[in-house]
């Protein structure tokens, strides 16, 4: 594993990165170029489809389906995940602007990609965006981060290993949810119950009142997929394999359950804001629970959605890469 002070030189920029990008300036900045990107896919779609309109940064086809390029799309988060990667492996200005320029020509390319699935595939929309994708973006940040015979060693053992993981990776994620589960059961926060899969799929158990119609309590379930938090662990498996260092594996099983933490307060304090005023149930200590009105801190709910951008990109794009990197030569 590399030396601990890269590991958390890593983690410093991509926490200052994505607070810049929570800040006006920072969404000032991905608006611009979520529209820039829009501007520029919509000609080489026109050879497709031509009859597609462009408004604002949202792409729409007569047919019915829309895609709309906003922060997701517009690379910030790659952009950030590299300089944190460029920072911790000592990289130069002469990288980050060649990774930045190829990070946005691979945001026009899958947004182009993805439109026109939802146009002649839609089937394969989620497979594509969720499975493919979040493959080819470590592909490109290890180009970038690594020589070019360590990236490709490295994609060569994660390739398979991501082909075996994703028609398992609820089962294979198990382990996470429980670790989490286990952490959550241990924090004070009421609001928030178990993480299992129920008849509607994976969910995280609430405290929040939904209804008491016809007598009966019901409680909010928030969605919440551990599989999406796990994205990361055949590429970081292959990079410990590649370089034989186990400690990566200690790291991840250490920052994959906090990332899920943080996800689990994300999602339920989202869940709280849209149907505000939300009511908590608190036990009393008497078998009873008292209603009481809950409304999310504001602060806390930044600094959770920080850290929560923070490990799930450094689990996926960063992680994987400070343990392939090659042994540095001594000075």
Same mark, same amino acid.
């Given at each position: 594993?590399?030396?601990?002070?890269?590991?958390?030189?890593?983690?410093?920029?991509?926490?200052?990165?994505?607070?810049?990008?929570?800040?006006?300036?920072?969404?000032?900045?991905?608006?611009?170029?979520?529209?820039?990107?829009?501007?520029?896919?919509?000609?080489?779609?026109?050879?497709?489809?031509?009859?597609?309109?462009?408004?604002?940064?949202?792409?729409?086809?007569?047919?019915?389906?829309?895609?709309?390029?906003?922060? *997701?799309?517009?690379?910030?988060?790659?952009?950030?995940?590299?300089?944190?990667?460029?920072?911790?492996?000592?990289?130069?200005?002469?990288?980050?602007?060649?990774?930045?320029?190829?990070?946005? *020509?691979?945001?026009?390319?899958?947004?182009?990609?993805?439109?026109?699935?939802?146009?002649?595939?839609?089937?394969?929309? #989620? @497979?594509?965006?969720?499975?493919?994708?979040?493959?080819?973006?470590?592909?490109?940040?290890?180009?970038?981060?690594?020589?070019?015979?360590?990236?490709?060693? /490295?994609?060569?053992?994660?390739?398979? /290993? @991501?082909?075996?993981?994703?028609?398992?990776?609820?089962?294979?994620?198990?382990?996470?949810?429980?670790?989490?589960? /286990?952490?959550?059961?241990?924090?004070?926060?009421?609001?928030?119950?178990?993480?299992?899969?129920?008849?509607?799929?994976?969910?995280?158990?609430?405290?929040?009142?939904?209804?008491?119609?016809?007598?009966?309590?019901?409680?909010?379930?928030?969605?919440?997929?551990?599989? #999406?938090?796990?994205?990361?662990?055949?590429?970081?498996?292959?990079?410990?394999?590649?370089?034989?260092?186990?400690?990566?594996?200690?790291?991840?099983? *250490?920052?994959?359950?906090?990332?899920?933490?943080?996800?689990?307060?994300?999602?339920?304090?989202?869940?709280?804001?849209?149907?505000?005023?939300?009511?908590?149930? *608190?036990?009393?200590?008497?078998?009873?629970?008292?209603?009481?009105?809950?409304?999310?801190?504001?602060?806390?709910?930044?600094?959770?959605?920080?850290?929560?951008? @923070?490990?799930?990109?450094?689990?996926?794009?960063?992680?994987?890469?400070?343990?392939?990197?090659?042994?540095?030569?001594?000075?």
């Amino acid at each position: 594993m590399r030396a601990t002070a890269e590991t958390a030189l890593a983690l410093a920029v991509l926490a200052a990165g994505f607070a810049f990008a929570d800040s006006a300036a920072g969404k000032a900045l991905s608006d611009a170029v979520a529209g820039a990107l829009a501007i520029a896919v919509a000609p080489l779609l026109h050879l497709f489809e031509p009859e597609i309109l462009r408004r604002g940064a949202e792409l729409r086809s007569p047919d019915g389906w829309a895609i709309r390029v906003g922060a *997701v799309c517009d690379g910030h988060g790659l952009a950030i995940s590299l300089a944190a990667g460029l920072a911790a492996l000592r990289g130069g200005l002469a990288r980050l602007a060649l990774g930045l320029a190829a990070i946005q *020509v691979f945001n026009l390319l899958r947004i182009a990609v993805l439109a026109l699935l939802l146009a002649h595939a839609p089937a394969a929309f #989620d @497979t594509v965006h969720a499975g493919i994708f979040p493959f080819l973006t470590v592909a490109l940040l290890a180009f970038c981060l690594l020589p070019a015979a360590r990236a490709t060693r /490295l994609l060569l053992i994660a390739l398979p /290993l @991501t082909a075996l993981w994703l028609p398992l990776a609820d089962l294979l994620s198990l382990p996470l949810a429980k670790a989490a589960d /286990l952490l959550l059961s241990a924090l004070p926060a009421p609001e928030i119950g178990r993480l299992a899969e129920r008849a509607g799929g994976w969910s995280l158990g609430t405290n929040l009142l939904a209804s008491t119609e016809g007598g009966q309590i019901s409680l909010y379930l928030a969605p919440l997929r551990p599989t #999406d938090f796990a994205l990361g662990a055949p590429v970081v498996l292959a990079a410990v394999l590649l370089a034989r260092r186990p400690g990566g594996l200690a790291l991840a099983a *250490v920052t994959f359950p906090l990332a899920l933490v943080a996800g689990a307060f994300t999602a339920v304090w989202s869940l709280a804001e849209a149907h505000a005023p939300a009511t908590l149930l *608190v036990p009393d200590g008497s078998g009873a629970f008292l209603p009481v009105d809950f409304t999310p801190p504001a602060a806390a709910q930044a600094l959770v959605r920080l850290a929560q951008n @923070t490990l799930v990109h450094f689990n996926l794009l960063v992680l994987p890469l400070l343990i392939a990197a090659p042994p540095r030569k001594p000075a």
